[in-house]
Each structure stands twice: as structure tokens, then as C-alpha cells.
Nanobody
Framework: QVQLDESGGGLVQAGGSLRLSCAAS????SQWFVRWYRQAPGKQRD???????????YYIDSVKGRFTISRDNAKNTVYLQMNSLKPEDTAVYYC????????WGQGTQVTVSS
């Protein structure tokens, strides 16, 4: 059974950095298409960034130049490096992996104080 375990969230001041991790078990994660989503209180869950099996990446405009998605296939892990954080980045961040089926992690809270 494929499982995703997210970590790395926390409380940080505006301008700070965090690195989120999405570690997979029960599969060879390098084959999966992986996306990071976020959901702020009272809002819908929206995509933030994505990475393909070949390493191609996608970012929404509001995080371009600040966030970097990457993968370490040897560690079966996808990362989201978040720099220059803003209060509007505050949300629960979710990892989603797709390869025929769609798997979600449990989410990790990111809080950016002004």
C-alpha cells in the first residue's frame, strides 16, 4: 500500500524559509507525478507546484522565484523549498502523487507571521 508522509511545516516569520518533505513508502516514487497543494482556512485546496517523473516542474505565479520543488529518488522523497515566505502562504500543505491512482498525504501546517 502506497503511503505519503509529509513533514517540515511550522511557524516562521515573514521572509523566512521552510522545507517540506513528502516521503513515499510502498512504491518506487520516481515514477509518480507529484503535486503540492495548499488549503487556507475557509478556502479551497489549490495546487502550488508539481514535478514530473522526468523532473519537469510547474509553479503557480504567486510562488515563482520563491518556491522550488525537487525530488530525491534515492530517498523516495519530494521536497518543497519555500523561501521569502509571506503571511498569505499560511495554509495546510498537502502532497499528492498520481500514477494511475491518486494518493494524498495527511498535510502539514505552515504558518507565516507578519
Amino acid at each position: 500500500q502506497v503511503q505519503l508522509d509529509e513533514s517540515g511545516g511550522g511557524l516562521v516569520q515573514a521572509g523566512g524559509s521552510l522545507r517540506l518533505s513528502c516521503a513515499a513508502s510502498g512504491t518506487t516514487f520516481s515514477q509518480w507525478f507529484v503535486r503540492w497543494y495548499r488549503q487556507a482556512p475557509g478556502k479551497q485546496r489549490d495546487i502550488v507546484a508539481a514535478i514530473g517523473s522526468g523532473g519537469s516542474t510547474y509553479y503557480i505565479d504567486s510562488v515563482k522565484g520563491r518556491f522550488t520543488i525537487s525530488r530525491d529518488n534515492a530517498k523516495n522523497t519530494v521536497y518543497l523549498q519555500m523561501n521569502s515566505l509571506k503571511p498569505e502562504d499560511t495554509a495546510v500543505y498537502y502532497c499528492n502523487a498520481v500514477l494511475g491512482e491518486s494518493i494524498w498525504g495527511q498535510g502539514t501546517q505552515v504558518t507565516v507571521s507578519s
